[in-house]
């Protein structure tokens, strides 16, 4: 089930990177490396759907979904999202945020089929879970004050 959930991702992210790239949008996004070699590798990396095709060798990957009529689905599905990706994180696991096996219908339906999900639901997104590759190291942060004007140096 995996491998076929990962070739579905792979199929759905070509389609959308392809997209991006023929409307020179991906173009745009790496307009900043310089490096041609690194640039046409993340091209070919996007474009081939490799970036999603992970998924079939995730150990886990958990499906969200959310009712089909509720109009605010899509809004509920990433709050529990994010709560999800926050205590996936604090027990020391990495995960992913899918989109490419959801983002075309017609591969929502193929995700859909595979696992057997009601047709009154949608298929918003799918975590993939595992152990991170290499470890978290936190971004650096400027101090607070830094980034305030003077006018909130009283409230500091």
């Given at each position: 089930?995996r491998?076929k959930m990962?070739a579905?991702a ?7 990177f392809?997209a991006e ?11 900043n490396l310089?490096d041609?070699?690194?640039r046409q ?7 081939s759907?490799?970036v999603?095709?992970f ?6 990957n958990?499906?969200?979904?959310g009712k089909k009529?509720v109009?605010?689905?899509?809004y509920?599905?990433?709050?529990a999202?994010?709560n999800m ?5 604090a027990?020391?696991l990495?995960a ?10 017609r ?14 639901f ?9 152990h991170?590759a290499?470890?978290?190291?936190p ?7 830094s980034?305030?004007s003077?006018a909130?140096?009283p409230l500091?």
């Amino acid at each position: 089930m995996r491998k076929k959930m990962g070739a579905i991702a792979g199929g759905g992210s070509g389609r959308r990177f392809t997209a991006e790239f023929v409307t020179k949008k991906m173009q745009e996004r790496f307009a900043n490396l310089q490096d041609e070699a690194k640039r046409q590798a993340a091209f070919q990396k996007l474009t081939s759907g490799q970036v999603s095709a992970f998924m079939a060798d995730a150990p886990i990957n958990i499906v969200v979904c959310g009712k089909k009529d509720v109009w605010d689905t899509p809004y509920d599905t990433s709050a529990a999202i994010e709560n999800m990706l926050l205590m996936i994180t604090a027990l020391g696991l990495g995960a992913c945020w899918v989109i490419a096996p959801c983002f075309d219908v017609r591969d929502e339906e193929r995700i859909k089929a595979l696992l057997g999900i009601p047709d009154t639901f949608k298929a918003v997104s799918i975590l993939s879970v595992g152990h991170p590759a290499r470890p978290h190291r936190p971004r650096p942060r400027l101090p607070i004050k830094s980034c305030l004007s003077e006018a909130w140096e009283p409230l500091l």
